[in-house]
Each structure stands twice: as C-alpha cells, then as structure tokens.
C-alpha cells in the first residue's frame, strides 16, 4: 500500500514532545553559525571563529534537528509506537547541546565534547525507540526510518572517538586548527548525507511498504553509508590506516551506496506523481543542491589549478557549501512539513511564504559559492533566517496557548 508523501500525511499529534525545543535550538545555532560566517569577521579570521562557523553549521544544526526534533515528531507515527522509548535522554541531550552550542565559539573544545556527549544520549534515544517501540516488523520500515537508525549508528561510532581526540589533543597542547582536519571528510559528509536523503525521498516519494526500489535499497545503503566511513575514519584517526585505504573505504562506504540510493530513487519518482507543496520544495532544493556539491566534489582534482590566488573560487570548497546548504534545505523542507499540519488553517498563505522562503535560500546558496557575490549571500542568507521566526513563532505561540488554556486543535481547521 502507498498513500501521499510523508509530511503531507502526518498528524501533529502529542507525540512531538519537545522536539520543537530541538529545532530551536538548531536555529539559535544557525543563526549563530551565520554571524560567524559574515565578511568582516573573515578580514582576520581566528582559528577559533573558523571551528565555531564550521561546527555550529554543521553539527550543532543538523544532528539537534534531525536525532532530536524530527525523531519525536515523525518516528513513533513511522512505527506506528506510542512514543520515545527514554524522554529523560531527550531531556538530558538537549540540555548538554544548549551549553555547548553557547561555549562552542569561546571554548571549542569543551563545546564538542559537550555536542559528543548530548548526540550520544540521542542516538541511544532513537536506537531504544527502534527496537523497542516499534509494532511493525523491519522489513517494512520506510527509507526515513533507516536514515535515523545509520545516523544514530554513526553517533555511536563518531562521539567516543572525537571525545577520545579532545582528551589526547587537549593534553598534547593542540590548537583548535586540529579539530578542522579531523571533522572535514567523511564524518561530516556522512552527518550531512543520511539525514538528506532520508528527508527528500519522505518529501518526494509516496509512503511505500516494501515494494519500491528504494524501500528494498535503503537498509543497506543507509546502513553503508551510516557506518563504514566512520570506521574507516576512525582506523585513520587512531591506528595505521593508509591515505589510500581511507580514500577506498569512503568511496565504498559514501559514493557507491549513495549512487545506489539515488538511482533506486530516480526510478521510484519517475514512477510517481510529483508531489507539490512547501516541504516538496524545499526538498527540490536541497536535492538539487547536494547533487551540484557531490559533483563539484568529485570532480575537483579534474579541474582545479595547480596553485590558487588567495579568495579565488575553488570547485572542492564551492561543493562543500553546497552540500551543507543542501543538507540545511531538506531539513527546512521536514521543518515546514510540520509547521504545514499545524498551520493548516493559514491555507495559501503559508505554502506561498514557504515558497518564497525556499527561493531566497536557494539563491543565497547559490550566491554564496562565488567569492564575487559574498555580500548578496549574506543578505540573502540573513534574510532567510529571520524568515524562519515567522512560521516558528505562529507554531510555538498556539501549542502555549494550546498547553496554558487546555484548547485543542487551536492551529487546525476543526
């Protein structure tokens, strides 16, 4: 059986929890992360404001939203459960990714270790809910379903190795320059790249029970991606891996499984009917997005030149934002979803503000690629953060009147 895609047909039931604290918390982090990333704090930059932007892009707003808020909101109604299976873990990893994403400019060392500690009460969150909550067998898990579980996985792997990194590196007098080459790569590419594809194949694709090409790809792609560029990643880090040996490893555990994932994909869609609406935009995009990234990445040491002027446009660092942009567009898209069921009521109005929000992020991505076009980016890009405090403030404002006069079904059409 098929019926709509995913964030057409959820409920915005109790079970969300306090997963709207985690997108929160994502946006604080964004936007963050954003100021850091302005130009005139670039003249001179700090190693230290360089690791916090990176960081604060990266970890502090894909993993909180994703292993946080997208978990409580979406995976008991996946699993058709009552809940999460530990809310104190949840209680305890955003308290942990609060401190951490406000220590993390001042102290990046205490503010990842602090991230390590908080995604790691997640992921056992997620794992817990999994496999003890669940009503339905795993052979009919949707593709999101197993994007939370590789990503949690990966957590299991990521956080006591890069907690075991700060401890040694601290100890030896390492500078915040060191947390750069260790986090760029395959651990970001992997936290990037699962919960992407998860989130637009459940915004693009009807909601499938095992017969679709992604549905029966999605275990062991998923599973691929989620946890053998991390092991590999941490042979490099830790023991005697090659340079070779570490490249092979990412390209068998990230690009072949993705290419996989993408044409089961591409033959699912061509398939189906188009889906329209905020979070199908938004998704549009950011696939668009991630692919141009994933190309410009891979096909770098093709076309770059040999020796670059400082600031000059370099295809490999063009991909890398990209990527990130894409991967912050498909989160938007799961954001919206959400915001749609509650907001129902707002009707034509809400999916054109989505609209037009989609299209000023995409544009400030694309700007934001081109070192000529660095001040529209930042506009564009400041401009779309301050869009999300609309639908997030209508959203928050009715679930407090909702909880402070015990009124249901303030936002949706009765």
């Not at 790809?217 to 599973?223: I, S």
Request: with cysteine.
């Amino acid at each position: 059986m098929t019926s709509g895609p995913l964030f057409q047909t959820v409920s915005s039931s109790h079970r969300g929890g306090s997963g709207g604290a985690f997108f929160l918390l994502a946006l604080f982090a964004g936007m963050l992360g954003g100021v850091m990333g302005l130009p005139f704090l670039h003249v001179h930059p700090s190693a230290g404001v360089i690791v916090s932007h990176a960081v604060l892009m990266t970890f502090y707003v894909v993993c909180p939203a994703f292993l946080g808020g997208m978990a409580q909101w979406f995976l008991p109604e996946l699993l058709k459960g009552e809940g999460m299976a530990l809310p104190s873990a949840a209680r305890i990893g955003f308290g942990v990714l609060a401190v951490g994403a406000f220590l993390l400019p001042v102290m990046p060392f205490i503010g990842l270790a602090l991230w390590s500690v908080g995604v790691l009460a997640l992921a056992f969150n997620v794992l817990a809910t999994v496999l003890e909550m669940r009503t339905i067998p795993f052979r009919e898990f949707p593709p999101l379903v197993w994007a939370f579980l590789a990503n949690a996985l990966s957590m299991l792997v990521i956080a006591p190795v890069l907690l075991a990194f700060l401890l040694r590196s601290g100890m030896a007098g390492g500078g915040a320059e060191a947390l750069l080459t260790v986090l760029r790569g395959s651990v970001e590419m992997t936290l990037l790249s699962v919960p992407s594809l998860g989130i637009i194949m459940a915004a693009l694709l009807p909601r499938q029970t095992g017969q679709g090409w992604v549905s029966r790809c999605a275990p062991y792609a998923f599973g691929l991606m989620g946890l053998v560029p991390v092991l590999f990643w941490a042979d490099h880090l830790f023991g005697e891996l090659s340079s070779s040996a570490y490249k092979a490893g990412l390209t068998v555990g990230l690009v072949l499984p993705c290419l996989a994932l993408l044409v089961a994909f591409a033959r699912d869609l061509w398939r189906a009917a188009l889906p329209s609406g905020p979070a199908a935009g938004w998704a549009s995009g950011g696939l668009v997005l991630l692919l141009s990234g994933w190309a410009a990445m891979l096909t770098e040491p093709l076309w770059a030149p040999q020796s670059a002027q400082p600031g000059a446009f370099m295809l490999g660092a063009a991909g890398h934002q990209l990527v990130m942009f894409g991967s912050l567009l498909a989160l938007s898209a799961a954001f919206y979803g959400w915001c749609g069921s509650r907001l129902v009521s707002q009707g034509r109005a809400f999916a054109l503000f989505s609209m037009a929000h989609a299209l000023v992020t995409f544009a400030g991505a694309l700007c934001s690629v081109l070192p000529q076009l660095v001040l529209p980016a930042a506009l564009l890009m400041g401009t779309s953060l301050l869009m999300f405090a609309l639908p997030a403030g209508l959203v928050w404002y009715g679930m407090l009147v909702e909880r402070t006069q015990g009124v249901t079904g303030l936002l949706r059409k009765q």
